[in-house]
């Protein structure tokens, strides 16, 4: 939820952090705060954006070697000046930053107060400072033991770092539940929540695992667990380009992302599918293709848009290798008590692989005996990292908090997996699998020709900017992309929108339309197109606005609707990776006519962190 960054080295910590902040902004983006070390520790922080910050503290003396910044997405106390971090120890030694969310910080906070601590902010974050403060100072020990000690009485996530102006040569940080990297240069070292920080500077990264902490002392990373176990700091070479990190002349992270599309799923599909060689694999699913044949169901998890990648999942590979499936919200599955056999295979699904719901979700799941085949993008992320095996999408860094091509690519390796089963468990015959591995190698060509031609959907765009309300109506394979697009459409423009299964309107939503309604239908030429013609006629007939995305060169809907939108054939399955597009675009352009910040939209951050 919130961005952490810190620096320690030779050259200039404010430059570093202040881009570092900025690189982070998209985890959220309510205050900023730096803290950096001369001598005496100087602590700026701001409300609003990391620009806000900037713009108060130029003409200050920032010179210093050493320095930490962060970008709050707001938990406990409302965002302003003094609950943005970092904060202070009541002596006004040492510094911290946090992400994640001390549940018991109440009951700390009470008995430090009673010890005399005055705390300035609303924060749990604060109080993680003051109990590191108060350790150290009975125990007289070092800064490094008093962080292990805290972090023994703390419960909750967290990714800290804390800096103390009495030993400017050394930067501490841990991780439980909240991610953290470690960039190792050359005498150097970068820690942020991800690796878009320090992609710059170095390569070369070590990961923090849960119950971790790092001591960076005199130029030498040493990593230890809080039972106080050394550990050996694995160093990973990162593959991510820093073009992939900026806007290439895009307006927005979000529009650069949707024209991303046809290469990221080109990129997904690279060294997987080959379909003149008839060949397609994914490796961490042959490593455990037992499990996927002697399971009688799959259990999706995710949040969000994944969540709606996970519906696609369901229809996938129930009609491809006809094995059940259920798709579970996280944050339900999480709570439920549900039923999971040694037998099953949990399925998560995350774009940052930081969802702190999906992870919990996996922890349950896997403490009862399940095997976990993870979806993920962001490659070292915690979700991968906690699954037995998995898929990456291989998507590039995903910055807009709206997602967009991390859902084609879920969808894409969805598809590839359910392939894959069917042909292994015969409900897929060879020519079908082989019409099939062509036809999805056609899908980054078609996505380019929906995004060539984005004027009608920005005419559309112009004519509902307005609208209070919007439905989305599909069925079928259409019917997560229709709660897909009105999930975007909400995140970026603030326009309430639902969607619906086509079918199910007459139950209850066909009550809220009227001539001001515009209700999208997904209604491309598949298996529900007959019925879908029928719920458009149905819409009409109660004066609603009718835009429908449809398959080129459908005359009849195209007669019938108010608004068309054509997007390319291609087969049922794979009907989502296309009909989505449109309905990117669609949101998109809705939230530039109605000036909304399409990257850092109100309320939202781009990885959810916390419960
Ligand atoms: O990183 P994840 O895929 O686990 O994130 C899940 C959701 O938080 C995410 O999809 C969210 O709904 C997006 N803002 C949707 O655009």
Redesign the pocket.
């Known amino acids: 939820m919130c961005g952490i960054v810190g620096y320690i080295g030779k050259r200039e910590a404010y430059p570093i952090i202040i881009k570092g902040l900025k690189r982070l902004e998209y985890r959220g983006y309510d205050s900023a705060g730096i803290a950096l070390l001369n001598g005496d520790l100087k602590i700026m922080k701001k409300k609003g954006k990391v620009s806000d910050l900037e713009g108060t503290i130029s003409g200050e003396n920032l010179h210093s070697t050493i320095g930490i910044g962060h970008t709050r997405w707001a938990t406990h106390g409302e965002p302003n000046d003094v609950n943005a971090h970092p904060h202070a120890s009541s002596d006004g030694k040492l510094a911290i930053i946090h992400n994640g969310i001390i549940e018991n910080y109440q009951s700390l906070k009470t008995e430090l107060e009673i010890k005399g601590h005055k705390f300035k902010s609303e924060t749990d974050s604060e109080v993680v400072i003051h109990l590191i403060e108060e350790i150290k100072k009975n125990n007289n020990c070092s800064l490094e033991e008093a962080v292990r000690l805290s972090l023994q009485e703390v419960v909750g996530a967290y990714a800290i770092c804390i800096l103390s102006s009495d030993d400017d040569k050394q930067l501490i940080a841990a991780r439980k539940g909240s991610p953290l990297v470690i960039g190792v240069g050359d005498g150097e070292f970068f820690i942020a929540s991800d690796a878009t920080p320090i992609i710059e500077y170095t390569n070369n990264v070590v990961y923090l695992d849960d119950y971790e902490i790092a001591v960076i002392k005199n130029g030498k990373l040493t990593l230890k667990s809080v039972e106080d176990v050394p550990k050996t700091p694995f160093v990973h070479t990162l593959e991510m380009e820093l073009e992939s990190i900026e806007k290439g002349g895009f307006e927005h992270f979000m529009l650069k992302e949707i024209h991303e599309q046809p290469k990221s799923i080109r990129d997904c599909l690279r060294g997987r599918l080959l379909p003149k060689d008839n060949h397609l694999f994914l490796n961490g699913m042959s490593q455990y293709m037992n499990k996927f044949l002697n399971t009688d169901r799959l259990i999706f998890i995710?949040?969000?848009?994944?969540w709606h990648a996970a519906l696609v999942a369901e229809y996938l590979f129930e009609d491809i290798a006809r094995v059940s499936v259920e798709v579970e919200y996280a944050s339900e599955f999480r709570y439920r008590n549900p039923v999971i056999r040694e037998t099953d295979v949990v399925i998560p699904i995350?774009?940052?692989g930081?969802?702190a719901d999906?992870l919990a979700a996996i922890d349950l799941a896997k403490s009862k005996g399940a095997t976990i085949f993870g979806v993920c993008n962001v490659v070292g992320s915690s979700i991968a990292r906690a699954s037995h095996a998995g898929a990456y999408i291989h998507a590039g860094p995903e910055i807009g908090?709206?997602?967009t091509k991390?859902f084609t690519g879920q969808v894409t390796v969805l598809a590839m997996m359910a392939l894959i089963l069917g042909l292994k468990k015969g409900t897929l015959s060879e020519s079908r699998y082989r019409e099939l591995l062509f036809e999805l190698d056609t899908i980054p060509e078609k996505i380019q020709k929906i995004l060539e031609d984005a004027e009608p959907i920005k005419r559309i765009a112009e004519t509902f900017q307005f609208a209070k309300n919007f439905l989305y109506l599909g069925r079928g394979y259409n019917f997560p992309v229709a709660l897909e697009g009105a999930?975007?459409l909400k995140?970026i423009s603030y326009i309430h929108a639902e969607g619906y299964p086509a079918a199910e309107m007459k139950h209850g939503p066909i009550a809220l339309i009227d001539e001001d309604m515009p209700v999208v239908f997904i209604a491309t030429k598949d298996a529900t197109y007959e019925k879908i013609i029928s719920n458009i006629q149905e819409v009409k007939a109660r004066k609603g606005k009718v835009i429908a995305i449809v398959t080129e060169g459908d005359k009849d809907i195209h007669n019938m609707a108010e608004y068309t939108v054509e997007i390319p054939k291609t087969d049922d399955c794979f009907i989502p990776l296309l009909s989505v597009i449109p309905l990117q675009l669609l949101s998109y352009y809705v939230a530039i006519y109605r000036g909304c910040n399409v990257d850092q939209p109100r309320n939202?951050a781009k990885?959810?962190t916390v419960e």
Do not use: F, I, P
């Open positions: 995710a949040c969000g848009t994944s995350s774009q940052s930081e969802t999906t908090v709206a997602s991390a999930l975007k995140e939202l990885s959810v």
